[in-house]
């Protein structure tokens, strides 16, 4: 243990102002020397994705400590945008143990810095939470959420006017207006009976939700169709895996016409353990293993589930083999800018200048999608707050007029009511988009093979590696040098073309610590550390013929590239 951590759990141990039950958390740790310096080493960072970690007693630990610090710290950030003052946030919660408990502290904060915070009255959508700062005219936004990160963690985002995440001009201010607070004693608190009794905290209820669920269902393209029959006979699965979507997404599937539903009822309530659940990650066929037995029983035509925050979704269909098969977040886009694009063409309702919006790790099979249509594609820096920075650009300059944005990573928009993905709108998406083409006697399965035969087979993976700890930050660190200062020429016989070092600011993009590479085969594959876990990530993709020819391709990438990662460089 290094003599910084030891002396910064000494300081937190003799802190008056750290409650005793923290304390005696800390004195249990004594001997664990490698315990202590983890939790000590450094604070946790409020980096441009907000805060994310392990929760208990230390400085790199979320607790009630370091939640405190981050919105002292957007507070005095607020109140120096805002000197006539009129400020106001709004805060949501996930399903998380303790997130109630951080959403109410972080309100209270701001109300005892005069800011007027708007909390909903449990836990709500991310998403919904984006959606309320606009509708409100709010200044800020704080979601507390992991994601579908393990049951040990949990996380806290900060929002703009826009309704968007801090872009990291934004986030580096905040994150010095927090490094600025020297002591626990500078946190400024109020009781929940004064901030009510000044006004200065407000409650949303089933009016804000009933304004969200209007919104999102007004955007639906086959609402007529479904009501005329269609949503009685088509059957969905739905689980919100525990998380926030249970309430929202059946309330949107009803209003649009779908009612023949059925909830994984395992799965159906908040539970900040996951108990069902390896993980709570629609990424993951294990995350569906109870819903695709219900689809099973039910006869389902498509399976849907959102992680603990709802803006994640993943979808399960059944191939030509009857078989339920699970969507990569890639092929779910995919057919969702496909059936968009396609529904407002048919109609006539196809801008001139509209423009999807994907990032650069996200395949080009979309792209090539949308290009077909006459739209335009903008590639960002991974993230989907640069997705919404895109967005309130063109709203304003008028340039391009907004139609879908996606990642890989099952995060999906269309609208501009919100500035973050919404599960609950591509739950809608995706299931209306089955349900009109089950219509036409396809699946959606068939309907990807269709896409294939037109633009080709596009396969992508994903591989992560966890490296946690001081000596994991290194080590990810040292990866990615080694890959910048001897990139490789070829790649199991195939040159590569080009690198891209997104370090650097190109594209017109911010600089990013990402490398990507080009083959000549059109295949690619990137290097990204992840912004919100102690991981490296490497994206492959490649394009071919046949699913089985692009199944090989893939897997011959994967094994070179991360033979070298996994040799640490």
Not at 45 to 68: I, K, P, Q, S
Not at 157 to 166: F, R, T
Request: net charge negative.
């Amino acid at each position: 243990m290094t003599q910084h951590a030891a002396e910064r759990y000494e300081a937190w141990l003799k802190d008056p102002l750290i409650d005793e039950v923290t304390k005696e958390e800390l004195r249990g740790l004594a001997g664990q020397d490698k315990e202590i310096a983890d939790r000590f080493y450094r604070d946790l960072e409020f980096g441009t994705g907000g805060l994310r970690g392990v929760m208990g007693a230390g400085t790199n630990r979320l607790n009630a400590y370091t939640v405190g610090k981050a919105t002292q710290g957007l507070a005095n950030w607020i109140v120096g945008k805002t000197p006539q003052g009129g400020a106001s946030v709004v805060i949501a919660h996930d399903s998380r143990n303790n997130s109630p408990e951080f959403a109410l502290d972080s309100a209270l904060v701001l109300a005892a810095n005069g800011i007027t915070t708007y909390l909903f009255e449990e836990l709500r959508p991310t998403p919904q939470l984006s959606y309320a700062v606009r509708a409100l005219g709010a200044t800020s936004g704080i979601v507390i959420t992991a994601s579908h990160n393990p049951p040990e963690y949990n996380g806290y985002k900060a929002y703009g006017a826009d309704g968007c995440q801090l872009i990291p001009e934004e986030a580096e201010e905040v994150i010095s207006s927090i490094g600025a607070i020297q002591s626990f004693g500078e946190i400024k608190r109020i009781s929940r009976d004064e901030a009510e009794a000044a006004g200065l905290l407000r409650w949303l209820g089933e009016e804000a939700d009933q304004q969200y669920v209007d919104t999102v269902v007004s955007h639906s393209l086959n609402a007529e169709l479904l009501r005329g029959g269609l949503g009685e006979r088509f059957g969905v699965v739905f689980t919100p895996l525990h998380g926030t979507g249970n309430k929202p997404i059946r309330q949107v599937l009803a209003a649009a016409g779908f009612t023949n539903v059925h909830i994984v009822a395992e799965q159906e309530q908040p539970d900040g353990y996951f108990s069902t659940v390896k993980s709570p990650n629609p990424e993951e066929r294990e995350a569906f293993t109870l819903a695709i037995e219900l689809a099973k029983k039910t006869g389902a035509d498509i399976i849907v589930g959102t992680d603990p925050d709802c803006d994640r979704m993943g979808a399960v269909v059944k191939n030509n083999e009857g078989e339920y098969v699970v969507l990569t977040g890639n092929q779910s886009g995919a057919l969702m800018v496909n059936y968009v694009l396609s529904q407002l063409a048919e109609r006539g309702e196809l801008p001139a200048n509209g423009v999807v919006i994907k990032t650069i790790v996200t395949s080009e099979m979309g792209a090539d999608i949308a290009k077909s249509y006459g739209a335009a594609v903008e590639n960002t820096l991974t993230g989907f707050k640069y997705i919404g920075e895109k967005m309130t650009e063109y709203e304003k300059t008028g340039e391009h007029s907004f139609l879908f944005g996606y990642e890989e990573s099952y995060g999906y928009l269309t609208g501009t009511y919100a500035r973050d993905k919404d599960a609950v709108i591509a739950s809608l998406l995706i299931c209306e988009a089955a349900a009109y083409y089950s219509n036409q006697g396809k699946t959606l399965y068939d309907v990807l093979l269709e896409l294939y035969a037109k633009h080709g087979v596009y396969m992508e993976g994903l591989e992560s590696r966890t490296l946690k700890g001081i000596d994991g930050v290194e080590k990810i660190q040292s990866i990615m040098e080694a890959w910048r200062a001897d990139a490789p020429v070829e790649v199991n016989g195939v040159k590569i073309q080009e690198v891209l070092d997104y370090r650097l600011g190109i594209q017109g993009l911010r600089p990013e610590n990402v490398l990507k590479f080009l083959l000549a085969d059109g295949s690619w594959f990137c290097l990204r550390p992840s912004g919100t876990e102690p991981k490296i990530k490497v994206y492959l993709a490649v394009r071919g013929d046949s699913t089985t020819e692009a199944a090989a391709r893939l897997q011959e990438l994967t094994a070179a590239v991360m033979e070298r990662v996994d040799n640490h460089g």
